[in-house]
């Protein structure tokens, strides 16, 4: 399983690509799958971009707790993997396309941060990331509460 960490910077071509960041690209060894699964966050104003990999492991342990004899399982599902683009770095330069589709979803237009969360990345406009960040105050509250447990 690869681990992402770290903030790194891209701009939008005037063919609606954008570099993958060679740090990420660098964690994956030569032979791996490079395809990613990107799909809009449900509850963040962001893209989350996933390995084949992990993304099959996470949207299995999904699957696996619905009951598809259940309608509202079936349109959560449906919802789920209505956006969901598969996308493949090119070898020379590291590029990726996202729909333009995607991008307007989550208010990207030129600049954009991908921003390594561990075993996903997210993909912010450069604004939305700048303003997403919460006070010191209740990121200490939020650990406290998470210590409680």
């Known amino acids: 399983m ?3 960490i770290g903030k790194y910077c891209s701009k939008i071509d005037d ?5 993958f960041p060679a740090p990420f690209k660098g964690l994956l060894s030569a032979g791996d799958d490079m395809r990613f699964v990107v799909k809009k966050s449900i509850y963040d104003n962001c893209l989350e971009m996933f390995t084949f990999e992990e993304w ?7 699957k696996d707790s619905l009951d598809f004899f259940n309608p509202d399982h079936n349109l959560f599902w449906r919802e789920y993997l ?4 598969i996308v493949e ?4 330069y590291g590029r990726i396309s996202i729909s333009r589709e995607l991008l307007d979803a989550v208010s990207i237009d030129r600049e954009v941060v991908f921003f ?10 450069k604004e939305a990331f700048e ?3 919460i006070s010191n105050e209740n990121y200490i509250a939020i650990a406290r509460s998470l210590a409680r447990k």
């Open 56 to 62: 099959s492991r996470q949207s299995g342990k999904i």
């Open 2 to 4: 690869v681990t992402f």
């Open 116 to 125: 390594g969360v561990d075993f996903k990345i997210e993909i912010w406009a």
């Open 82 to 85: 209505r956006d969901c683009v």
């Open 89 to 92: 770095p090119d070898a020379k």
């Open 15 to 19: 063919k609606g690509r954008m570099v």
């Open 131 to 133: 303003s997403s960040s």
